[in-house]
């Protein structure tokens, strides 16, 4: 389906601090693509600088076949973006943030009132459209916020955290909806700290930290690159260490050598495995 | 319609809808500075000037006027960037949308605009109620038309610079407080000092103040201040643009 997101030698600098040291990574029309990493490592400064709001201080972003550099506004027209922060008028109601949305997007006039009964209706919105959005819990802010980022029909969706806050039944709705949305053709481009989330949802992932991308793949390929099988024990200080395995023999054959007393147990690799031995977080003694 | 002006009121729409729902509160809101000025410095301080109440009054009006297109325009336009930018986030989304920068400045102007014609408008009626003789004409509300563009232009700046609502309070009471005093509105800057003359020529506001003053007493028109507020619209304008573009891409 080819590229339709692309960053080249992408970097930014705030003050001599580089935030984000040159990122290089293509997205494929119609992937659900996962964008993880610990907090500071350059997730939203990445993001921000892809969806237009931050100028990268070196590189180049080309969306939908649009360079940000010449054509900006075409590529803007390309993507929905729902940030992490609630970013709403709170001085209007939700029926008028999202229609002011539409209207930003220059929907034509005519498509903004069943597009809006169609999405409040799947997003169970309808008893709130007429409520000031200070009157929302922030459930309901969320639910109005991925609204708006969705109403124009992009062709590439940014959600940045899009379920913090949300209850578990809204996550897997949000979910569910993530999942139809890209099944109709939309591209969705995902920052989450919940990794089941990524794991779950998405086709690709890549792992930033410190500002640059450790790890880029499918779930199964990152979790196959560090080891199948994945055997957690405890040091004889009594930390929590872990080692991958390409197969569940060889795991079981180092349990053998463990001391008897160890407690020990045996299980697939997770991209949260991948993630913590990508990152250099919490597990130091990790590796195949 | 041009482009510009279509994205415009794209822009404006969401402002325009709190507007529409609010309109008593803002108007009275925006109506009360400059009537108190003009009941209390026309009839108060008029009562004991050589013109006597009337003349005084015929002075003044122009200036509570002029002095509306600041007061209705800045303060509300400033804080509503402001809040927008740092509580609401809502000036991000509009960063994200495919609308020129030019179109956000002039978008973002519009309700204060509205405010500005509004606020003008009453007082008018008022004014042409108490001093029947002051000349109403299509150039007195096309000044005023300019110059509540120029201080809604000069809010936006004031907002997009502000880093806390702290900055917009000391920069109300150190520039537009004394602006709304100095700036010809409650008497002749003829009659001050020619180096504080200076000083309140190159304040923006004083330049509306004599242009719509000349236009509704019938004296001649001072082109060199109309010229003087297109200029300061010019480049609050042009001010407004680059910060917004150096916002994003």
Redesign the interface.
Known sequence: MGTIIKAEGLKKSFDGFEAVKGIDMEVEAGEIFGFLGPNGAGKTTSIRMLTTMVRPTSGKIIINGFSLDKDLTEAKASIGVCQQHISLDKDITVRQNIKHHAILHKMPAKEIGPRMGELSELMGLGPHMDKKVTELSGGWKRKTSIVCSIMHRPKILFLDEPTAGLDTKSRHMLWDMIRELNRSGTTIFLTTHYIEEAEDLCGRVAILNQGTIVALGSPKELCDSIGYITVEYSGDDGKKSMRQFPDRQSGKEFMAKLKEDTAMSLRKTTLEDVFLIATGEEYSEGGV | MPRILDESY??A??DL??FKENAPTILISCLIGPLLYLVAFGYGIGSGMESGIDGYIRFIIPGVISMATLSATFSFISSKILI?KL????F?????????PSSVVLGKTLVGILRGICSCAIILAIGVLISPGIKVTAFLFLLVFISSLTFSLLGILAGLLAKKHNSLTVFSSLVIVPMTFFCGTIFDVSNVPAILGYAIYALPLTHPTEAIRAVMLDLPIPWLSVAAICVYCILFFVLDYCIIK????
Not at chain 2, 92 to 100: F, G, K, S, T, Y
């Open positions: 794209r822009v729409w969401g809808c709190y927008q509580f609401y986030a809502s991000d989304e509009l960063m994200l949308c495919p609308i020129r150096r916002r994003s891409f």
